[in-house]
């Protein structure tokens, strides 16, 4: 079982920046590819960005390249969504997620409970 806590969320201004933590527990983090997925009011949830067990390969949704980062730190079981430059259209709970194994492909096995973050324009 791997429980995941995001934190980090709330209201910025056009152009501002955010940076997501998604805590994880357990002793087998390095284990997990991770993910972070966001759902707007009225919309489905989608992808955001990824990061493999390692750190050493990322995926990035396209609306987001150039103005968010990911990334790991495997010895503190955390992961991190650094976002820059925030229009308004990135309003969203935004989510961590977890997924067994080397790739961060496919269904994701557990999920936080997310955190809000507003754009104001």
Known sequence: QVQLVESGGG????????????AASGRTFSSYGMGWFRQAPGKEREF??????SGSITSY???VKG????????A??????QMNSLKPE??????CAA??????????????QGTQVTVSS
């Open 48 to 53: 955001v960005a990824a990061i493999n067990w």
């Open 67 to 74: 103005r968010f980062t990911i990334s790991r730190d495997n």
């Open 76 to 81: 503190k079981n955390t992961v991190s969504l």
């Open 90 to 95: 990135d309003t969203a709970v935004y989510y």
């Open 11 to 22: 209201l910025v201004q056009t152009g501002g920046s955010l940076r997501l933590s998604c």
């Open 61 to 63: 949704a396209d609306f």
């Open 99 to 112: 997924k067994y194994g080397a790739s961060f492909n496919g269904g994701y096995d557990y999920w936080g």
